[in-house]
């Protein structure tokens, strides 16, 4: 468990402690494989202490993995506002996205927080935002924000590989099927991790 969790359940007395500290493990644990599972175990902490923001960061991220935008987009807000140190504004904007916001999620990355951002949280929030111009039906204006800055094709890892996956859906969208298996091709070279379907939309490409 991070460091800065066990700082924020030190304020609690230890047997309330331990047994939070036992849900959000067990939630970490299964939200890859069974985020129901794992909102359960996020849930049961929060009843436990619902003003740790751990607690309620554990909950929103369950629900966002659940598809419940608007528990997920409450609950990630809580966990900001009590001062989580997590990266969350890309979450927080897909939430909007999710609840039929879109606009709201193009409006969080204007904000004196997503400039802030650097590395694989700034491009998170790149592919929200393209996502959030998909869905207005801009499709050059989500190419242009997956564009700027410019693409490394050589990078590699989940949050490179869900880039440039973005970046081909783009191209596809505007009728650059050649331009899109190329990066659907770099999409499946970057995804070390599988979080893509890249290889089985190359298949039908190709």
């Keep these: 468990m991070a460091p800065d969790v066990r700082r924020e359940l030190s ?18 644990e299964l939200i890859d494989d069974d985020p129901e599972a794992a909102l359960a175990h996020a849930k049961a902490a929060r009843t436990r202490s619902g003003r740790i923001a751990a607690v309620r960061e554990a909950v929103g991220i369950a629900a966002y993995r659940c598809g419940d935008w608007a528990q997920a987009l409450a609950e990630l807000r809580a966990a900001r506002r009590m001062g989580s140190k997590s990266a969350l504004l890309a979450l927080i904007a897909d939430c909007e996205r999710g609840v ?23 491009d ?3 592919i ?4 959030a111009r998909a869905d207005m039906g801009q499709s050059e204006q989500a190419l242009a924000v997956l564009t700027s800055p410019p693409l490394d094709p050589k990078r590699v890892g989940s949050t490179a590989a869900r880039l440039f996956y973005a970046h081909a859906e783009a191209l596809l969208a505007l009728g650059r099927s050649q331009e899109a298996l190329q990066w659907f091709l770099n999409a499946a070279r970057a995804d070390v991790e599988g979080v893509t ?4 939309r190359l298949g039908e490409l190709a």
Excluded: F
């Design 11 to 28: 304020t609690l007395d230890r047997t309330t402690a331990d047994v939070i500290a036992r849900h959000l493990v067990a939630a970490g």
């Design 100 to 122: 039929g916001r879109p606009e709201r999620a193009i409006e969080l990355a204007r904000t004196p927080e997503a400039e802030a951002l650097t590395g694989d949280d700034a």
């Design 124 to 126: 998170e929030l790149r």
């Design 128 to 131: 929200v935002v393209a996502g």
């Design 197 to 200: 379907d890249a290889e089985e």
